[in-house]
């Protein structure tokens, strides 16, 4: 962030998801924003705050992150592909295409492929 007088601050950027009642979509998303008061080792991070378990992001994020054959499924999945036309453009079965799906919401950490393809976008990966 930029103070008052033009000068860089360093700032904490923290999102959460609220889910909605049905467990399945998100209601809310909440950002909350705050100096550091403490160094990190990477300029960027994904943390779980349930499990702890933190991602580092880097220039390289899409590299890091999803493999290429992740980033092509989702691609197709972003372009409104279904997994059994996915399977059919990467010539691979509807159940490879089912667990790059499952890989691809546990490493971004979200609900469903809908939110994948959000944050891989806000991400750069796509």
């Known amino acids: 962030m930029i103070s008052k007088n033009g000068e860089w601050i ?4 923290r999102l ?13 998303a909440l950002c909350l924003y705050g100096g550091m008061n403490f160094e990190l080792k990477s300029e960027s991070i994904i943390m779980d705050t349930i499990t702890g378990q933190a991602t580092e992001l880097s ?20 372009e409104g592909n279904r997994s059994k036309g996915i399977a059919d453009i990467l010539c691979i079965s509807s159940h490879t295409v089912s667990r790059h799906r499952q890989n ?20 750069n990966l796509l």
């Open 59 to 78: 220039s390289s994020t899409g590299i890091k992150i999803l493999s290429p054959q992740e980033t092509a499924v989702l691609r197709l999945i972003d």
């Open 104 to 123: 691809i919401i546990a490493k971004l950490k979200v609900r469903n492929s809908a939110e994948a393809c959000k944050v891989a976008r806000n991400l």
């Open 16 to 28: 959460f998801y609220i889910p909605a009642k049905d467990g399945k979509t998100i209601q809310f």
């Open 10 to 13: 360093d700032t904490l950027h």
